[in-house]
């Protein structure tokens, strides 16, 4: 973790590090003291975007000016170390123009918002996967381009944005989405140790801190001085390390191997490599640079599976690189034509054990998870729900947002005061200037305050009851099911829903995982689920719809989604007649107003639909749910299923819609 900030210190251009750990790892704590290390920077004086006052690249519009005609002052700062609060808005982050100076002056006047503070500096983001999706997307313009531009009411403003973003996690709390992941450079993990004697050395040197802070930082201080004196020398001999092409091709051959598809691993590889180089007074990169690079820069970039955690096999690295090395040393002397042959993406190995894996079909009572299913081809609730505003967040659907969060929708007569529509205020006093004031100033009373209402996405409740039945283990049934339950986790985490899972063979029902936001405990129960017995289908139903009832329960604003996947065979009842127990479930889920997904895992052919043995249809149909045979959910289906989903996105004309209404 340490090695992973010092590089970016060193080399802003790496592009940050996520750190994920478990609580209470010094993750924040690290982050913080990095600040330490850095040298003080020169700012041009009186600039709030710590404008470089060397170079006019690094300045904003009004630096630029004063420094054409000489007028540019330096001051001696520290480098700034930004928090991004998770519950940060839009405006916060980016900035806000002040429409009042500019109608009064003609100034394209900005209110700094964090990414200005931020600049030349380190920024911070803790708990970065629970970050908002509209914060985050705003994060990655300014992160890619080097520069924020805020556009607000006609009006536009840019200003240099160059930091190093730094995020820490935890996995427990879910992950990061993939192009977030991807922007960081780096991605380190900590956990916590293990062993009583360092465990005890942790406990005294916190304790020793607390008595004396500053006989403690004097103890160290030696050695806090040598290393920000090595992080200077290493940022000064940068420029002139250098990298051979053979090592540059062993780092893109290696990562195609490896199956890594994104083209900033090369990038990332490369640069950091250049760096370890500096950092141990180095001018030029040996192989061991290249392989501490790919381990910290491969990791987070190598997922085949969503839900799995990131890692990177150290010996396959090592394999893939030495044989990779082996080939390109023989290259020269081969024939064009096996030259290209080679150098065609070869399948990783593990990929390659997964398929022998299949291809043998092992009878186990415990399925492997199989193919996962093309998600988009079922029909979510995505519209905006009838709850005026709701106070969870999420992304599943729109909802009117509360606490100044999400999208700015339209303006409304003013309530709390705390979230004002500069523009429709204005506009709203702009036809009594004249009996108000002089043609100077602008007056706005009380009566013309507007503030804006916004749109932001709320998340459900969702619910798994899964046939771990005998009948689940013929056919491929059950490894089936589970890439079917892993794909529609994949977007129930994504869209932050919180998730839950029934299993029922035997005669009963069982509660497996209890709804929280918690994935890597549902994957877990997911691959542990075991196969056999009878199918009570109804225990499975009526468990299920007792456990959303005590959801709403205890928040009456839940959205509720039950998801069933089964063959529908069901042979085992609570006391009565299997159909009857069945319907009378199904239309008490539809009373209480619960989303249903159906996917009916039976095997048949689509010209004998109707010889269906199981009640899937028949459920689908009482609960007015949806409807999915498992069959056409594949991957293989993509090519023939037409996105209807996107029509029921949020778009401008729907906003338009929700406005009249």
Not at 29 to 57: H, W
Not at 294 to 306: D, G, I, N, V
Not at 642 to 655: N, R, S
């Amino acid at each position: 973790m340490r090695f992973a900030l010092i590089l970016n210190a060193i080399n802003p251009r790496i592009g940050g590090v996520l750190i994920r750990g478990d609580k209470g790892t010094a993750k924040s704590t690290a982050v913080r003291s990095l600040a330490d290390l850095l040298e003080t920077i020169q700012v041009a004086s009186d600039c709030p975007f710590n404008c470089n006052p060397e170079n006019p690249e690094d300045m904003c519009d009004l630096c630029y000016q004063k420094s054409q005609s000489n007028q540019i002052t330096a001051v001696e700062k520290k480098t700034p170390v930004v928090d991004l609060p998770l519950g940060a808005t839009e405006d916060r982050v980016v900035g806000s123009l002040n429409v009042e100076r500019a109608i009064k002056e003609g100034i394209k006047a900005l209110e700094p918002g964090i990414l200005a503070a931020a600049n030349r500096g380190i920024l911070y983001i803790d708990e970065v996967n629970l970050l908002d999706d509209h914060v985050a997307d705003v994060l990655l313009d300014a992160a890619a381009m080097g520069v924020n531009i805020v556009e607000r009411e006609g009006v536009s403003v840019a200003h240099p944005s160059k930091f190093i973003l730094v995020g820490t996690m935890n996995p427990e709390e879910g992950e990061i989405r993939p192009q977030l992941l991807d922007r960081f450079g780096l991605q380190v993990s900590v956990a916590g140790i293990e062993d009583v004697e360092q465990r005890m050395q942790i406990a005294k040197i916190a304790e020793a801190f607390d008595l004396d802070p500053k006989g403690f930082a004097k103890e160290w201080q030696q050695e806090q001085v040598d290393m920000k004196q090595k992080i200077s020398r290493a940022r000064q001999l940068l420029s002139q390390v250098s990298m051979s092409d053979d090592f540059l091709r062993l780092i893109a051959s290696t990562c195609i191997d490896l199956g890594v598809k994104t083209h900033r691993a090369e990038i990332v590889i490369t640069r950091t490599a250049k760096t370890i180089a500096a950092f141990d007074g180095r001018t030029e990169v040996n192989q061991e640079d290249v392989k501490k690079a790919m381990e910290l820069a491969l990791a987070h970039r190598m997922r085949s599976r969503p839900f799995e955690p990131p890692t990177l096999n150290k010996e396959r690295l090592e394999k893939s690189m030495s044989q990779k090395q082996h080939e390109h040393q023989h290259q020269d002397q081969k024939p064009e034509q096996q030259k290209k042959n080679e150098q065609q993406p070869q399948e990783p190995s593990e990929q390659k054990d997964t398929d022998q894996k299949q291809a043998a079909k092992p009878q186990e009572r415990i399925f492997e998870i199989g193919t996962p299913i093309d998600v988009r081809a079922i029909t979510m609730p995505r519209k905006r729900d009838r709850i005026a505003r709701r106070k969870t967040s999420g992304r599943r659907m729109n909802t009117l947002a509360l606490r100044n969060r999400g999208r700015y929708l339209r303006q409304k007569m003013p309530q709390e005061g705390k979230d004002i529509a500069i523009d429709a205020t204005i506009r709203a006093a702009a036809p009594y200037q004249r009996i108000r004031s002089g043609p100077n100033a602008i007056i706005v009373k009380g009566e013309d305050i507007r503030e804006k209402e916004r749109v932001g996405k709320t998340s459900a409740v969702v619910l798994f009851v899964v046939d771990a039945s005998g009948s689940m283990g013929a056919n491929q049934r059950m490894e089936s099911a589970k890439g079917a339950v892993l794909s529609l986790l994949m977007d129930s985490y994504q869209k932050r829903d919180k998730i839950g899972m029934i299993a029922f063979k035997g005669k009963e029902a069982e509660i497996i995982l209890p709804p929280c936001t918690s994935v890597d405990l549902a994957l877990g129960r997911l691959r542990e689920l075991p196969t056999g017995g009878k199918t009570p289908l109804s225990a499975g139903l009526s468990r299920g719809l007792q456990l959303l009832q005590g959801e709403l329960r205890k928040d009456e604003e839940s959205k509720l989604m039950m998801v069933l996947i089964s063959d529908g065979r069901a042979n085992e009842g609570m006391g009565g007649k299997i159909k009857d127990e069945l319907m009378a479930i199904s239309e008490r889920i539809k009373h209480l107003g619960i989303h249903t997904i159906v996917i009916d895992s039976e095997v048949v052919d689509s010209s004998f639909l109707d010889m269906r043995l199981g009640y899937c249809h028949q459920i689908a149909d009482q609960c007015q749910g949806k409807y999915y045979p498992l069959s056409s959910l594949t991957p293989e289906s993509l090519l023939r299923i037409v996105d209807e989903e996107q029509k029921l996105l949020f778009d401008d004309a729907t906003i338009n819609e929700y406005a009249a209404t």
